[in-house]
């Protein structure tokens, strides 16, 4: 075996390209030798060579789980990867809206693979609307409730009111307190902040476009990419899981409804709208002031592009619990007396009793699993999940069996389901987003999806409810965030 050397940029490599894009943006899979010294950029000219592409267009690539933030040698040496065997490096396309969260009362967050978190002001309820994910500003357009013909529909628009250099990579989770104006993000730089909003939409002397985000803490602990959070909001407490098979139990701050003392500035207000490259969003400090618990140390925390300062305090977990065996995709911990659930690629469901720091049920798959749902049905015990395949699976944790059959089967996916969230107003409704491009929303009473709407053009990534249940919103690899509105949709349960 022999690891690329330091210092011997004029070195190629044999690497391999792929890639789930549609087939027109698909290369030959045959091994092709470039320079290690390539970039992010570099890599991008070959694609789009390799494509015959007039206009360039730019990609981001993944070497060894990691997106290429350097160049393709110090990538190598930081994987220990060998120059002896083809090395391969899937390509997407730039700015994957990952992550949304529209629980909070006054704006709608979302996260994306830009490293980029964003905050949109909110359309009326009856407006649908369409958002480009990486651009600072958004371009509304009509669209289909999800409800089909029969669901709500308009036009309205979702202005984005800041931009956040939140991370030095991608962004996997946003996970809200509504009670605190609050949010935590977390990503594949290994950390997980959290932000409070100062400002508030609903006084008359305070528009949307005072809102702002500012960093009040930030976690360390994980040893690889951080992949999901789950807030439990009678204890403060955060659950965040990642690529090191581990979850982290944190004990958060305690925030006060509103933003406190203001800071300095952070950046400026808005965007130019050119890919997510314009200006800065102008923050204020959190309320980071009556921190408590261990491992908090104030400091000053620097994003990687160096465009966004905030004083916060450094938090450690307070625990871990280990089980897993690969990497833990979601997490859910209901509000209620429940267990902690956790889904993972080792095709696992597990409930935990965070007190003892023990897992207490165990179910199995015979897929890897990517999302899970908590609650259900009126049932701290019941559990949806899905992953990498087109059913959901719905489980009662309460039986201690590990005999592996679900309670219900929910089929009209046709590829994997990537998140699921339970109605905040009612709880017999599930909706699920899907690699298929579509939204559904479930009834338990039926094995029928009541609704469905083809809400992307590629892979829907993340969905949320939004405005109480009467709408949702999702984000998709086709780089756009969207809000969806079925106000006449829905039956009465």
């Given at each position: 075996m022999a690891p690329v050397?330091?210092?011997?940029?004029?070195?190629?490599?044999?690497?391999?390209?792929?890639?789930?894009?549609?087939?027109?943006?698909?290369?030959?899979?045959?091994?092709?030798?470039?320079?290690?010294?390539?970039?992010?950029?570099?890599?991008?000219?070959?694609?789009?060579?390799?494509?015959?592409?007039?206009?360039?267009?730019?990609?981001?690539?993944?070497?060894?789980?990691?997106?290429?933030?350097?160049?393709?040698?110090?990538?190598?040496?930081?994987s220990a990867l060998s120059t002896e065997r083809v090395i391969p490096i899937e390509y997407t396309l730039a700015d994957w809206v990952s992550a949304v969260s529209a629980a909070l009362p006054?704006?709608?967050?979302?996260?994306?693979?830009?490293?980029?978190?964003?905050?949109?002001?909110?359309?009326?309820?009856?407006?649908?609307?369409?958002?480009?994910?990486?651009?600072?500003?958004?371009?509304?357009?009509?669209?289909?409730?999800?409800?089909?013909?029969?669901?709500?529909?308009?036009?309205?628009?979702?202005?984005?009111?800041?931009?956040?250099?939140?991370?030095?990579?991608?962004?996997?989770?946003?996970a809200a307190l509504p009670a605190a104006n609050a949010f935590v993000s977390s990503s594949k730089d290994r950390t997980l902040r959290l932000w409070q909003l100062s400002g508030d939409s609903s006084e008359p002397s305070t528009g949307p476009s005072s809102l702002r985000a500012a960093v009040v803490a930030v976690m360390r602990g994980h040893a690889a990419a951080v992949q999901c959070a789950a807030v439990h909001a009678r204890t403060n407490k955060l659950a965040s899981g990642g690529w090191d098979s581990a979850i982290k139990l944190w004990s958060l701050p305690k925030l006060g409804a509103k933003a406190g003392a203001r800071g300095g500035e952070e950046g400026r207000a808005g965007g130019d709208g050119e890919g997510g490259t314009g200006e800065e969003a102008e923050g204020e400090e959190g309320a980071g002031e009556g921190a408590e618990g261990r491992g908090q140390a104030r400091k000053r925390v620097r994003t990687a592009a160096g465009s966004v300062e905030a004083e916060g305090v450094e938090l450690s977990p307070d625990?871990?619990?280990?089980?897993?065996?690969?990497?833990?995709?979601?997490?859910?911990?209901?509000?209620?007396?429940?267990?902690?659930?956790?889904?993972?690629?080792?095709?696992?469901?597990?409930?935990?009793?965070?007190?003892?720091?023990?897992?207490?049920?165990?179910?199995?798959?015979?897929?890897?699993?990517?999302?899970?749902?908590?609650?259900?049905?009126?049932?701290?015990?019941?559990?949806?999940?899905?992953?990498?395949?087109?059913?959901?699976?719905?489980?009662?944790?309460?039986?201690?069996?590990?005999?592996?059959?679900?309670?219900?089967?929910?089929?009209?996916?046709?590829?994997?389901?990537?998140?699921?969230?339970?109605?905040?107003?009612?709880?017999?409704?599930?909706?699920?987003?899907?690699?298929d491009g579509s939204l559904k929303i479930w009834d338990l009473r039926s094995s029928v999806p009541l609704h469905t709407v083809k809400a992307h053009s590629d892979k829907v990534l993340c969905a949320d409810w939004w405005k109480g249940g009467d709408a949702v919103v999702s984000g998709g690899a086709d780089n756009h965030l969207r809000i969806f509105t079925h106000q006449s949709s829905f039956p009465a349960a």
């Open positions: 050397a330091a210092g011997t940029d004029d070195r190629q490599v044999q690497v391999r390209f792929t890639t789930r894009l549609p087939a027109h943006l698909t290369v030959p899979s045959t091994p092709f030798a470039v320079p290690v010294r390539l970039t992010r950029y570099g890599l991008s000219e070959v694609i789009n060579t390799l494509l015959g592409r007039d206009a360039p267009q730019p990609f981001d690539f993944i070497v060894d789980g990691r997106l290429l933030r350097s160049s393709l040698r110090k990538c190598l040496l930081t006054s704006a709608i967050v979302s996260g994306s693979y830009d490293s980029h978190v964003r905050l949109f002001s909110v359309p009326p309820a009856s407006a649908a609307a369409t958002t480009a994910g990486p651009s600072a500003s958004t371009d509304a357009t009509a669209a289909a409730g999800a409800g089909g013909a029969d669901g709500g529909a308009g036009s309205g628009s979702a202005s984005c009111i800041q931009v956040a250099a939140a991370h030095s990579d991608a962004v996997t989770h946003i625990l871990s619990l280990e089980g897993h065996s690969q990497c833990v995709a979601a997490l859910a911990w209901p509000s209620s007396n429940s267990p902690l659930f956790s889904v993972s690629w080792d095709h696992s469901l597990r409930s935990w009793d965070v007190e003892a720091a023990a897992s207490v049920s165990v179910r199995t798959s015979a897929h890897p699993l990517l999302a899970v749902a908590a609650g259900g049905g009126g049932m701290a015990s019941l559990a949806a999940v899905g992953g990498a395949h087109p059913t959901i699976l719905l489980w009662d944790m309460r039986s201690a069996t590990s005999v592996l059959s679900p309670s219900v089967q929910l089929l009209g996916h046709t590829d994997w389901i990537s998140s699921l969230s339970w109605s905040p107003s009612n709880p017999l409704h599930l909706l699920s987003s899907s690699y």
